[in-house]
């Protein structure tokens, strides 16, 4: 098959693009806009084609995407409400109206957790308060049922995402792994209120590669709309977790309630944007529907926070 790949620069692209190059033999087509921060080797095998461009100029490509049969829509922008409006959803609505409907077999959409509530429905605050990256990311998604190819797009939501190697660029969460355990001298004292999923990279790439290979043979039942983490974990369970990596022991923790936090920034006059007060509030980003790798009977790279911290090798 052809698979066109945006954010192939990215973490996950990375381990995505990684994984497509050693264990398929499709034909990929990377559109980058800076080749030379890509850590994987293309030239590992022949059909490996890296396209030098920036994804708000997509229909110069319109040519090559009318041969397309998978599209892996990974790209995205952080940050600027323009240029988050340009790509996260002008640019990905372009691309996926220029793929020719009898060539396309399926659309894999990278959105994020952050616009779903615990239902798995949108999160309207998310379209309303949210950064730039999360509002955009709601916008695109709300305009997908309007597309001519909507029946072939699968939409994943990536929860708190880690990964990065020596051959891989770090996750935004990954990059302060390195501080635990000088953090965790202060924060085990402390319990607070909250849960989250988190997932690996490799295991979202794991995922992606099997949606590819089987994505248009599943159930017709199957729901195209998937929450990409593990099992849910408390705050409190993970400051156990990385408290027993650590060797540090944990005698008595004083209770965070909300309440009281909230005083202190009334108090102090802490500052906070709308979207960070409403998550401060709202502390637990479940989902009563997810997936990883053992939905789909594969093998998981980082299952559990332990193994997540085993894996990015923070020292004990």
Known sequence: MRIFLTGGSGCIGHYIT???IKNTDHELFLLVRNPRKLKFDYNYRKGINIIQGDLSQILDYKELLNTINIAILAATCWGGEKESYQ???EANLNLINSLNKDNCQQIIYFSTASILGTNNQLL???GEIGTDYIRTKYQCFTKLPELELYS????????LVFGGDQDKPYSHLSGGLKDLPKLMNLIRWFQADGSFHFIHAYDIAKVIVY??????TLDHNFDKKLVLGNQPLTVNEVIKEICNYLHKKVYF???LPIWLANIFIKVFNIQMAEWDYFCFNYRHFIYSKFVNP???NLEPYAPTFTKLLEVSQVPK
């Open 18 to 20: 990684d994984l497509l």
């Open 294 to 296: 053992i939905t789909f």
């Open 152 to 159: 072939k797009i699968i939409t994943v939501y990536p929860t």
């Open 253 to 255: 923790q004083i209770p």
């Open 211 to 216: 949606l590819v290979e089987n994505g248009t």
């Open 87 to 89: 790509i996260n959803v």
């Open 124 to 126: 309207k605050e998310a």
